[in-house]
Structures are given as C-alpha cells and as structure tokens.
C-alpha cells in the first residue's frame, strides 16, 4: 500500500464518518461543524485526482461561504433540543422509504460503473489544473460561461428590488 | 442568437432608462420597444441573419422550429405589454426592474429553445427561473405573494437540484453534454446511468411545467403571484419550458422513446385528471384558471409522449391558442376587482364587447371548433394517434376536455345568463380594439391552422 492509498483510505473513512456525525448529531452547529469536516476530505480527494482548482474552490465556496450562511440561518432560527418540532412517525416512515429507495438506485447504477470507466475519454493529469480549465472555459463552454452573467444580473436585481426598503 | 443577445441587452436599457427617466408610465413604452425589436430581431435570426453566426461549437442549434416557436413567444410578449403594460407598472415601485426581469426571462427563453448542449438548456432555464420568484414576491405588502415567492423558490431551487444530478448522470453515460452524443447513447440499451438520468431530467422539467404530480405549487404560486405576472407565468414562460422539454426527448431522447413512455404517459393522464377535476371545485376565476393552466399542460405533454413531426407542429399551435387566449383573459381579469364566478355576473350587458372576447378566449380554451384550441387539441391528439399505442391516453383526454368545458362554461353563463351588480370597468378603446384583435387571431387560427404551420416549412 503506498501513500496514495493510504490517503485514500484515510479521507474516504472521514468523509463518511463525518457525513454520518453529521446527520446524528443533536446539536444543529455541530452537524454544521462535521459537514466542513467532509467538505474538507472531499477537497482532499480532488487533491489526489490532480484537480487543485477544485480542491481551493470546493474550500473556498462550501467550507467558506456556504457554511458560513448556514451558521446564520441556524443561529437566527435558535434552534435547539426544546424548540424541535416532534416529527410524526409516518413522515419518518416515508422518509426512510423515499431515501432507501434512492439508495438503491444508485447502489444499482454505481454497479456497472466499471465498464464506464473505459468508455471514458482520459485526459492525462492535467485535466484539473487551472491553466486547461481556464482554456476550456474560453474556448468550448464560452457561451455558457458569459451566459450566466444574464443568470447572476437578473438574481441581483431580484436581490434589489426585494431588498430595498421604503416600499 | 440575435433574440438572446438583444433581451439580455434590453433588460440593461430597462434598468438604466428607470434612472433617468422620472415617469413611472415610461416603463411601458420602453418595453414596447424592446419587444418591437426582439421581434425584428427574431426575424433577422429566422432568415439567417445573426449578429454573431456561430453556434459555439456546437452549442445551439438555430433550428427553424424553435426559432418559429421563439417568434410567437415574442409576438405573445408584445400583445402582454399592449393589454397588461399599465397593470405592471401598478404591482410596486420598480416597474422598470420588473420590465428589466422580464427581458431577462425571454433570453432564457431563447436559450432554452435553441439549446444543443445540456449546460444552455440548464442555464436556460436558471434564467426563466429566478426573475420569476422575484416576479411572485413582487407586491412586497402582499402577504399571500410573500409565501407563494419563498413557496416557489425553494421548491423550484430543489427541482434544479434534480435536474442538474439527472444532467450529471446523462454526462456520466455519454461522457458529453452533446445532445448528439446523448441520442447515440439513448438510441442503444439504457444503462442504469441512463435511466436515472433520463428519470431525473424528465421529473425536474415536469416540474417547471407543472405536471402532476408535480403541480403542487402551481395553484398558491398562481393565486398568490400579482395577477399581471401570473398571466407572463402561466404563458409565455410556460411554452418556453415545454419547447425545451419537447426539443430534448425529440433529439436526445427519441431513439429508444418505448421505455420511457409509459411514465410521460401516466404523468400526462394524471395531469389532465387532477387539473380538469380540481378546476371544477374553484370559487375563484383566478385560481381555475390556475388549475386549467395545469389541464393545458396536460394537454402540450402528449407532443412530449408523440415525440414526431405532428408534435412540433401541435406544439407550435397549441402555445400560440394557449397564451393568446390566456393573455386575454387576464388582461380582463387584472382589471377585475371581484375574482369570483360572481363577479363576471351580467358582464353581458354592461360591457357586451369584452364579453364576447372573453368568450371566445373560453371557447378556445375548452377546444371548440372555429377556434384555435380545437386544431391545436387536434394536432397533439393525432401526433399521440401516430404513434399508434396507447390509444387510451387519447381517449381519456378527450374526456377530460369535456369535463374542461364544464368550468370554462360557468363564466360564460355567468357573463350572459346571470342577473348582477356588475363592478364598473374602466376600459380605455385602445384596449378594447387589442382585445378583439386577439380574439380575431383566435379565430383566424382556427380556421386557417395552416397561416402558422405552413411556415415551418416555408417563410
């Protein structure tokens, strides 16, 4: 086993340990606090594919950003053990056979997922660096990319128009 | 391309004309403009004649249907803004940013129906999507329109979600987001990536649509929405998503269309039963025709299920009869100041014009002959026929467009039948004359279908 796996095998564990602290813990901030922890194995493993761009964004939107807005929400709402809603036991019921089934969905496609991997085009190692992602994004997928300016104004002015006050 | 360039511009020339221009009533004739040159636009694109003629590698396609279909969108947009302009610049204090979101919406639209590339038809969509929440909420003091806007956004921010994990299955299976690369992994056995991501795309775009059993939100975002955008909703942007849905199961999608046929078609029949039964329950005009817009959509999904030339053609047909005679009858609505059946009492006598109007807005609605609706009712059901299976789809729709015409022909009875204190409409002659000019295009449709197929072939 050489480093590489050994890594591997150490971010997948945290990644699914924390995933799973995060959905069992009580405590609303510190299922938040496990979710960075998975964000951050996760960046790792974009790390080990090569794909560095990814790694620093994936930190700097989710762990960052995200996080940061779901810290908010949570500290605005207040939420703790007393003010939790009691859930009904049908509604947990269907939640486990919507989510089971999902499950088993993608248990079922993730099975043949070895025989895509050589219908797949390989780009070599450097696919996730920044210099071909940028060239990518200028050259192929420049219309999607300055297209979505159109997406981010119309949210902006929403924001404004929502926002302002005094009306 | 020259739609989507010059929306996107023209929502920019909104906002800036909002800050010097001090009359609010402005508003109105800018947009008038703009859509004026969208359309000339439009027509430029139709005839090969772009600002910028590429389609970035691969990513649109200037098909001559979609941009025929873009070219009644946009005839639909100028006949809103001639009808509801002043009712929009009434919702609120940013009627310029209203107009501005508007124009954004169409370059989606333009987007969505010109895509080649899984990413535009997203984007596009995004682009539909969020200038309407923002639309819903627009009557900030409305606290009905506060909860339909958050009902709305959160909702329709999970339905992206789908769409955009059934976008990342499709690329897993084809490895492109090619719409060509998608039909030649479509046209071989499905694989269990393809399935699902075939599964999830279909569940988030009859969301947009509101298809049962989707529509969940439709009727509170529909009721609760200032009535003047829920008209924009509940046409022309409705339209705009179907032709996305129908260009990617028609180029994407055909190839095997037997497995998945069987869904769209229990989605269409479950659509067209909960929409035309739950109408019949409404007490108000607002929110029937809510429910109706949800039958309608019932209707413009057996083009989906058909996926052959007919359906473009039924397609076609059925968004130009839909929106005109939807847009009409808001345009009457919005003046309205009782939503109730009640409310359309003795209309007859007071104003025998609109009513007449309205009637055969109505009529084309339900799908009677020498309107609109019947020829487009008749164009989706026989694409559905072509296919020659599931003919009881075929029958059960027909059914239900007879329940339909049960509550379409409460407010016409309501209007001519009924003795009323009718409410005073202040309807200016301008007006009035756009009202019949809808209701002549209705009826010159109906008569002649072909004023508007012919031109898929010839222009």
Known sequence: MDITQILFWFLSILAVFGALMMVTSKN??????????????????????NAQFLAVVNIIVYAGAIMVLFLFVIMLM???????????????????IAG???MLVFIAALRHSNELIKTQVSMGGEAGLIKTLGKTLFTDYVLP????????????VGAVVIGKKGD | MNLILLSAIWGIVMMFSGLFLNSKSAAKTVALVGAVALLIGNIFDLSGKM????????????????????????????????????DVEAVGKHPFEYFALIFFVMSGAGLVALFNNLLILFIGIEIVSIPLYILTGADKRNLKGNEAALKYFLMGSFSTGILLMGIAFLYGAAGSFQVERLAMITSEDFTAFTTIGIVMVMVALAFKVSA????????????????????????????????????????????KSDSWKLTVAIITALTLFIGNITAVYQQSVKRMLAYSSIAQAGFMLFAVFAVNDLS?????LYA????FATIGIFAVLVKMKDYTFEGFNGLAKKQPLVAFVLTVCFLSLAGIPLTAGFFAKYFVLAAAVKTGTYLWLVIFAVVMAAVSVYYYFRVIQAMYFKEGETQELELATPFKALLVLVAAVIIVLGVYPSLLLDMLIFF
């Open chain 2, 212 to 255: 049962a059993p989707f529509h969940f939100w439709t009727p509170d975002v529909y009721d609760g929405a200032p009535t003047v955008f829920t008209s924009f909703m509940a046409t022309i942007v409705k339209a705009a998503i179907f032709i996305g849905f129908l260009n990617l199961f028609i180029n994407a999608f055909a190839g």
């Open chain 1, 28 to 49: 609303p901030v510190y299922s938040v606090l496990w979710l960075i922890v998975v964000f951050f194995a996760i960046s790792g493993h974009y790390i080990l594919l």
């Open chain 2, 51 to 86: 600002i910028i003629n590429s389609d970035f590698k691969g990513m649109l396609q200037y098909e001559r249907f979609g941009l025929l279909f873009l070219t009644v969108l946009i005839l639909a947009l100028i006949i809103y803004i001639l009808l509801s302009g002043k």
């Open chain 1, 100 to 102: 089971g089934s999902l």
């Open chain 1, 78 to 96: 207040n939420l703790n053990a007393e003010t939790e809603p009691q859930k009904n036991k049908w509604l947990k019921i269907a939640g486990v």
């Open chain 1, 145 to 156: 990319f300055e297209i979505s300016s159109v997406l981010f104004l119309s949210a902006m």
């Open chain 2, 312 to 316: 473009k053609q039924g397609l076609l």
């Open chain 2, 320 to 323: 130009a009869a839909y929106c």
